[in-house]
């Protein structure tokens, strides 16, 4: 591959096509230190979808809340004495080939990496940073173990198990993907060398084609760009864990423990889609011996300096400016800096995680419930000194530290075409049909899928209400949660889904209270046994089925209730199960289910969360 050089009166180098191991280029601009000399330095690399020239909507910090430019960002690091290094992605804006999302991002961010390294003004030493799917790029990368790579900020996103967080999550499809396929189909080099593609995607109304489910493909919203539309339903229909999924694109947990050891930052928040990814990276790699930490929010998608998530507030502090005590751009600098510079700063804890709660439930000047919360350092994740819990589920929609002795079971009937609709949650990319964050769970008027606006969801005779009486002190989790649940069907297979609630009691600001959303899963049961198998349900049997949600920490104060959410549905966060057969997910029939939760001896349903000692 050829060497590009730089001299001393070019500090910037636009548009380079760097060649692939196929012969697919790929444009990367390069940004050199000003009065630096010639170098060698150290290099940083971030490849991207979204065009390398235009600003990433998550770079700006408390101090700078207007967005930095791509250039003033790259001006930073070169400052600090690092060449930044920006790349489009196969079949994206500058570069060549054909985009088929994520699956290429491993050779190709490896190639680019042994690229730079053998530049002359690099030292050797490539570190990676990136949103995202610009984290998602880094991962895959790192598995196929680059020579020169030396350090990685991975931040919301760098998938662990796609199919289990990410993609699809407990064998169910995250919609998000329907969502951020259709936006950049509308921006793809296809849809702008073909004005009657362009016009067709801009005329559709994703909303009403989302009430249309389920789709064929050639019959689809994204129809006018079949490799879009190629790519979305490869997904939708590798629906068991197969080789499709064990790639390192997809599937970093698979190299683990064959990858170089480089240190490593995960970075995520309670209400972004890649926390359960961020943790697992973090916990796979300490486990592997790699020097790694973890860093979680509450915070939606890459929104780390702002105070809410949602309707939700949880002060000033809350941000990363404030938990880490430098912003996002000088973090990444001292990072960097320490493992690339040999500067001598101290390294921080392995775990630096946000507790929420402990506000005091009133509405503020914006308008959102103010819930607060603290920082919290651990050396591991789950906490080191949280202690594994069960609250227990009985037949009276209670939740309580002790097994129930009744035997009993509640039902309801599951209509795919009623879904219960998504109100917040950890959700990106949503747009027009969801947003990610904490909510009161009622049926606002402004929601899609809504059916009775102003109603709360626990109204819904398909919702199962478990919860604890009111607390009389305050009980903080922190940890992974999870709820096993004994339940029956009379459908060969239906879904299961779990959402922890944090319920305050009715004040002059909420005077019907308010539900707040912490964390919520869902289960396929054909799944049951595993991902890499599908097992029908016999009518009326009742089975132990586990219900993965993503991680949190929470202080629910004295009066207030915990509350475990259990229905069938979550749309359109996930898609709808039609109830047919096992493994037709798209299937164009649709049948109710009557769904059941048994509780009591024998049948001891729970919800699986990790208590924190009073402080």
């Known amino acids: 591959m050829p060497v590009v050089s730089h001299t001393p009166d070019a500090d910037t180098l636009r548009d380079i096509m760097v060649p692939m191991r196929d012969g697919v280029r790929l444009a990367t601009d390069v940004f050199f230190p000003q009065n630096a000399g010639r170098g060698p330095w150290p290099a940083i690399l971030e490849r991207t979808p979204y065009d390398k020239h235009e600003a990433r909507v998550n770079e700006y910090t408390q101090r700078h809340p207007q967005v930095f430019g791509r ?63 610009s984290a998602h790029t880094q991962m895959a990368a790192a598995c196929l173990n680059p020579p020169a790579l030396a350090a990685m900020i991975c931040d919301c996103g760098g998938f ?50 989302m009430h249309r489910l389920p789709w064929t493909q050639g019959h689809s919203p994204l129809s006018p760009v079949p490799d879009y539309e190629q790519f979305l339903f490869e997904q939708w229909t590798h629906n068991m864990f197969d080789d499709y999924w064990k790639i390192p694109a997809l599937y970093a947990a698979g190299w683990h423990k064959t990858m170089r050891r480089i240190p490593s930052v995960h970075i995520s928040g309670w209400y972004d889609p890649y926390a359960v990814t961020a943790v697992e990276n973090f916990t796979g790699l300490r486990d592997a011996g790699h020097e790694t930490s973890l860093i979680l929010g509450p915070w939606t998608h890459g929104d780390r300096s702002r105070s809410y998530a949602g309707d939700v507030d949880f002060g000033a502090d809350c941000t990363f400016d404030t938990g880490m005590g430098q912003d996002f751009v000088q973090f990444r600098i001292d ?14 804890p392995r775990v630096r995680y946000f507790v929420m709660g402990g506000g005091d439930g009133r509405r503020n000047g914006a308008g959102r419930m103010y819930h607060g919360g603290t920082w919290h350092v651990a050396n591991t994740w789950p906490p080191e000194d949280s202690v ?16 129930p002795q009744a035997v009993g079971a509640r039902s309801f009937l599951f209509d795919p075409e009623r879904p219960v609709p998504t109100t917040g949650g950890p959700i990106t990319s949503g747009a027009p049909l969801m947003v990610g964050g904490a909510f009161d769970q009622t049926e606002r008027p402004d929601l899609f899928n809504a059916t009775a606006p102003g109603m709360p969801l626990a109204s819904r005779a398909d919702v199962l209400i478990f919860e604890t009486a009111p607390l009389d ?20 297979t239906t879904d299961f889904t779990a959402k922890l609630v944090d319920v305050y009691p009715a004040t002059s600001d909420y005077p019907h209270g308010y539900a707040m959303n912490l964390s919520d899963g869902i289960l396929r049961t054909c799944y049951r ?60 029939t649709k049948f109710r289910a009557l769904n059941a939760v048994h509780c009591g001896p024998g049948h001891l349903s729970c919800l699986l969360v990790n208590l924190l000692p009073s402080r």
């Open 71 to 133: 250039e003033e960002l790259a001006r930073f690091f070169t400052d600090a004495g690092f060449v930044v290094v920006f790349q489009d992605c196969r079949g994206r804006y500058g570069s060549e080939g054909r985009f088929t999302k994520y699956r290429g991002e491993a050779e190709d961010g490896f190639d680019t990496i042994g690229w730079i390294a053998r530049q002359d003004w690099c030292d050797g030493q490539v570190a990676t940073m990136g949103m995202s799917y």
């Open 160 to 209: 662990s198990n796609a199919y289990q967080g990410g993609i699809r999550f407990g064998g169910a499809l995250e919609l998000k993907q329907v969502t951020w396929a259709f936006r950049h189909a509308l921006r793809s080099r296809a849809a702008a060398a073909d004005p009657v593609a362009k016009a067709a995607l801009e005329a559709t109304d994703l909303r009403d084609w």
């Open 335 to 348: 990072t960097f800096r320490r493992h690339l510079l040999g500067a001598e700063l101290p390294p921080g």
């Open 388 to 403: 594994p819990t069960r609250l227990f589920l009985d037949a009276m929609g209670h939740l309580t530290g002790a097994p």
């Open 473 to 492: 002190r305050a009980v903080t989790i922190a940890g992974d949660v999870s709820v096993s649940l004994f339940v029956s069907s009379d459908r060969p």
């Open 529 to 588: 046994d595993g991902f890499d198998k599908q097992r029908p349900l016999e009518s009326g049997e009742i089975v132990e089925v586990l219900v993965r949600l993503y991680p949190t920490a929470n202080r629910f104060e004295p009066g207030h209730r915990i509350r475990l959410e259990i229905s069938s549905s979550n749309f359109p966060r996930f898609d709808v199960n039609p109830n047919d057969t096992v493994g037709n997910d798209l299937s164009g």
